[in-house]
C-alpha cells in the first residue's frame, strides 16, 4: 500500500514539476489592411462593394482578422482561415482573397483569390496581392508585444496574372494604397515555479530513483 501510494505521489510531482518548467507562449497578433480613401472611392466610383466575411471584418476601409502567433524569429504571420475579403463588381461577379499570410523575407502579402461570375468560377492559389514596404519598427519586435506598420501597393505581377486569366484590362497602380499593420500583445511570461512546486518535483525524482534501486536489489 505505501509503495502504491508512494508511485502516485511521484507521478504527480513529476507532471506538476514539468507543467510549470514548459510553460511558455507566443506573441497573439491582428492584422489590419487599412486601404486609402482615394482608392475606396474610386471604386465606388464603378459600382465595386467591398465587404468581410468569417473570422474578418471591413470597417472604415479597413479590413482586419486575427493571425496566427508569432513566435521569436519567425518571418511569416498566417491571417485566421475563415477570414475573406470580398469585391463584388456590380453586373461582374465578385473577387474574393482568403488564405493571406504576409511573409517578413520577400516583404509580401501572398492570397488564394476565387472568381465569381455565374456560371464562370476561377480559383488563383498563392498570389502575391501586396507589395509591403519595410515595416516599423522591426518585424522582429512583434515577439515581444507592440505594433509595427508599413505601406503597401498592389502587386502588378501577382495580379497581372489574375486578370490576364480572366481577360480584364486594367492598369495596376505601383503607388501605395494604404497601411499594412500588425498589433501583437505581449506573450505571457513562463511562470516562475513556487518552492512546494520544485519540492515536489525532487519527491518525484527521489521516488524514481528509489524505486530503480529497489528493483536491483530485488
Given amino acids: 500500500m505505501f509503495k502504491s501510494f508512494f508511485r502516485t505521489l511521484?507521478?504527480?510531482?513529476?507532471?506538476?514539476?514539468?507543467?510549470?518548467?514548459?510553460?511558455?507562449?507566443?506573441?497573439t497578433t491582428t492584422a489590419d489592411v487599412a486601404f486609402l480613401p482615394a482608392l475606396t472611392d474610386s471604386f465606388s466610383f464603378f459600382g465595386v462593394t467591398i465587404s468581410a466575411s468569417g473570422?474578418?471584418?471591413?470597417?472604415?476601409?479597413?479590413?482586419?482578422?486575427?493571425?496566427?502567433?508569432?513566435?521569436?524569429?519567425?518571418?511569416?504571420?498566417?491571417?485566421?482561415?475563415?477570414?475573406?475579403?470580398?469585391?463584388?463588381i456590380a453586373g461582374n461577379g465578385a473577387m474574393t482573397f482568403d488564405g493571406l499570410f504576409y511573409n517578413n523575407t520577400t516583404s509580401s502579402v501572398?492570397?488564394?483569390?476565387?472568381?465569381?461570375?455565374?456560371?464562370?468560377?476561377?480559383?488563383?492559389?498563392?498570389?502575391?496581392?501586396?507589395?509591403?514596404?519595410?515595416?516599423?519598427?522591426?518585424?522582429?519586435?512583434?515577439?515581444?508585444?507592440?505594433a509595427v506598420s508599413g505601406a503597401f501597393a498592389l502587386s502588378s505581377t501577382g495580379l497581372g496574372t489574375v486578370t490576364k486569366t480572366l481577360g480584364i484590362t486594367v492598369p495596376i497602380p505601383t503607388q501605395n494604397v494604404g497601411t499594412l499593420t500588425f498589433t501583437a500583445t505581449a506573450p505571457v511570461p513562463a511562470?516562475?515555479?513556487?518552492?512546494?512546486?520544485?519540492a515536489l518535483l525532487m519527491v518525484g525524482l527521489m521516488g524514481v530513483a528509489a524505486t530503480k534501486v529497489a528493483r536491483r536489489q530485488g
Fill in 10 to 27: 511521484t507521478s504527480v510531482a513529476l507532471a506538476t514539476g514539468l507543467v510549470a518548467a514548459s510553460s511558455a507562449a507566443s506573441a
Fill in 55 to 88: 473570422s474578418g471584418t471591413y470597417t472604415n476601409n479597413t479590413f482586419s482578422a486575427a493571425t496566427s502567433d508569432l513566435a521569436a524569429g519567425g518571418t511569416q504571420l498566417t491571417w485566421d482561415p475563415s477570414a475573406a475579403l470580398t469585391f463584388t
Fill in 110 to 146: 501572398v492570397g488564394d483569390i476565387h472568381f465569381v461570375n455565374g456560371d464562370i468560377k476561377h480559383d488563383f492559389s498563392d498570389i502575391t496581392v501586396f507589395s509591403v514596404s519595410p515595416l516599423t519598427p522591426a518585424f522582429s519586435t512583434l515577439s515581444t508585444g507592440g
Fill in 191 to 198: 511562470p516562475v515555479p513556487e518552492p512546494t512546486t520544485w
